[in-house]
């Protein structure tokens, strides 16, 4: 009887500890040996001399960082000056990647709901000093009397992902589809702030989950369709939420590479977080972006310097990040070897199996998207990003 009851607990138990542990087990197992091909080219053999000068870099970058596939755009003046891809967007199937290839692009994502949220600041359907109560009705008391400055700007003292009573346990790798942006807002929508809102500064996604319920509020749209109706199809573009639910054209698989192995990353699904780390895009669609961006075709300077201003907490000291409304902003001296400082509008993002690296360049009218269909820490990447902007950009 006592054997029967171990049995009994462990066919409960085992499972359970399973499906709590997915992301864990399923790491271990399903590794392949990393193919050879160091010795592919640019899909794109272009025959201007920078052009060229860019394939070269690019293919020499594609030898250095491992990735199955590499994808950049550089735009110049308002206009795409430079775009290639080398790799694989699928390893197993032997399919190339191109330049229209669409990658996950993790919390670059927040850089392109700040645009949309501009198109509502300009129209006046919203205000930085708008707060959650006056669009979300279904917030909770303790989110309630938070402001939209405070959300953007992640001082608002809403935490970041952390475990659940679901499975698996931990938020990051979700692989429950949400039907809209309420049951998204649930996950948090309850928990206690870090801290009174504008104080200090806490960077979390979530806080851009409550954002998008803002823009739902304010728009009368769902999130998605709001954004493509003013953001994506006036700039036609193809930019859009990832759901597991539709099938996306042109878009990778996403790896895990690690000691000349690899494998496809735990499938995970991102309905909980559109507007901070749910959008996919090719580099071309949001260098597109970061081109109406710069020269105001979307939105007019002052909006656009309204959300590129870092925000400043209640003691009057900018945030440690030197975080605006959707974008890092700051002077930064690592773009020239020289130390010469340059303004630099910018959002990295890290997705499962997926890095993005989004610069612009305000004072060269100048931006640069950089796509891997790897997980990578993305302070890797912004060298290579330099390197090759060099090429388009100099010194005056």
């Known amino acids: 009887m006592k054997k029967i009851c171990i049995i009994s ?43 060229k000068k860019a394939d070269s870099l690019l293919e020499d970058i594609f030898t250095h960082i491992k990735t199955p596939a ?12 430079w775009a290639n891809a080398i790799g694989y967007a699928n390893l197993k199937k032997k399919i190339k990647a191109s330049p229209e290839t669409k990658f996950r692009i993790g919390s670059t994502s927040k ?23 006056q669009f979300v009705p279904y917030a909770s008391k303790s989110l309630s009397e938070i402001t939209l400055k405070q959300l953007a700007s992640h001082t608002s003292g809403i935490r970041n992902y952390g475990t659940c009573f679901c499975f698996p346990i931990w938020e990051y790798y979700n692989n429950d589809e949400y039907p809209n942006i309420k049951k998204s807002v649930a996950v948090f929508n309850n928990d206690d702030l870090l801290f009174s809102p504008g104080t ?44 597991i639910s539709s099938k996306i054209e042109n878009l990778s698989k996403f790896y895990e590479v690690e ?53 400043a907490l209640t003691n009057g000291q900018i945030n440690e990040q030197s975080y605006a409304i959707g974008w890092r902003s700051h002077a930064s001296e690592s773009v020239f070897k020289d130390n010469y400082p340059v303004q630099i509008f910018h959002h990295a993002g890290m997705a499962t199996g997926a890095t993005s690296i989004f610069v612009l ?22 060298k290579y990003v330099y390197d090759l902007i060099h090429l388009f950009i100099h010194k005056p």
Do not use: C
């Not at 979390?204 to 954002?211: D, F, K, Q, V």
């Open 259 to 311: 000691n000349n192995e690899y494998k496809e990353v735990y499938k995970v699904n991102n309905s909980n977080k559109w507007a901070g780390g749910g959008f996919i895009a090719s580099p071309t669609d949001l260098v597109t972006l970061g081109n109406a961006f710069l020269n105001y075709k979307l939105l007019n300077k002052e909006t656009v310097q309204s959300l590129t201003q870092p925000v």
């Open 9 to 51: 607990i462990l066919v409960i138990v085992i499972p359970l500890l399973f499906y709590l542990l997915e992301p864990i087990f399923v790491h271990t197992s399903g590794w392949s040996s990393f193919p050879k091909i160091t010795k592919l080219q640019p899909v794109v053999q272009h025959q201007d001399s920078i052009s």
């Open 70 to 81: 590499i994808s950049v755009a550089v735009g110049k003046n308002g206009k795409i000056v």
């Open 361 to 382: 360049f305000p004072e060269y009218n100048a931006s640069i998207s950089l796509l891997i269909n790897k997980t990578e820490s993305p302070s890797n990447l912004f």
């Open 200 to 243: 200090d500064f806490s960077y979390s996604t979530y806080n851009y989950t409550m954002l998008s319920a803002m823009i739902e509020g304010a728009a009368k749209m769902d999130f998605p369709d709001f954004m493509k109706t003013y953001i994506f199809k006036p700039l036609s573009i193809g930019i859009d939420v990832e759901k």
């Open 111 to 133: 850089a392109v709901t700040s645009i949309g949220l501009g198109v509502l600041l300009q129209n006046r359907k919203l205000s930085f000093d708008s707060k959650v109560k």
